[in-house]
């Protein structure tokens, strides 16, 4: 029997301060009904104009993950304008374990 899918949220377009309170709520709905919340993917490759809300949005999120219970939140299609970003600020690595 193979191991449950882990769980993956999606995040695209310009995101602003006001829509992370929600990002996190989706996030916590998402993990409280995941097979397997321990491991959660963020794909960001629709994200567009990353700026340092979008980074303090990551943060805020792999926080959320970590308070609900997921041992991580990793990062996939990261766009090269926000690992930049993410880097800057010494957020790049233990996120992006899992970009590909």
Same mark, same amino acid.
């Given at each position: 029997m *193979?191991?449950p899918? $882990?769980?993956?949220?999606?995040v695209?377009g310009r995101?602003? !301060?006001d829509a &992370?309170? +929600?990002?996190?709520a989706?996030?916590e709905?998402l993990?409280r009904?995941s097979?397997?919340?321990t491991?959660v993917?963020c794909d960001?490759?629709g &994200? &567009?104009? $990353?700026?340092?809300?979008? /980074? *303090?949005?990551?943060a +805020?999120?792999s926080l959320?993950a !970590?308070r =609900? ?5 990793r990062l996939? @299609? =990261?766009p $090269? *304008?926000? !690992? /930049?970003?993410?880097?800057? &600020? @010494?957020?790049? /690595?233990?996120l992006?374990?899992?970009? @590909?």
């Open positions: *193979e191991p899918p $882990p769980a993956a949220l999606i695209s995101l602003t !301060r &992370v309170p +929600r990002l996190c989706d996030l709905a993990l009904t097979p397997d919340p491991t993917y960001l490759s &994200v &567009v104009h $990353p700026d340092l809300t979008t /980074v *303090e949005a990551i +805020r999120l959320t !970590r =609900t219970g997921a041992r991580r939140l996939c @299609g =990261t $090269p *304008e926000l !690992r /930049v970003l993410l880097e800057l &600020v @010494g957020l790049e /690595v233990p992006t374990q899992g970009d @590909g």
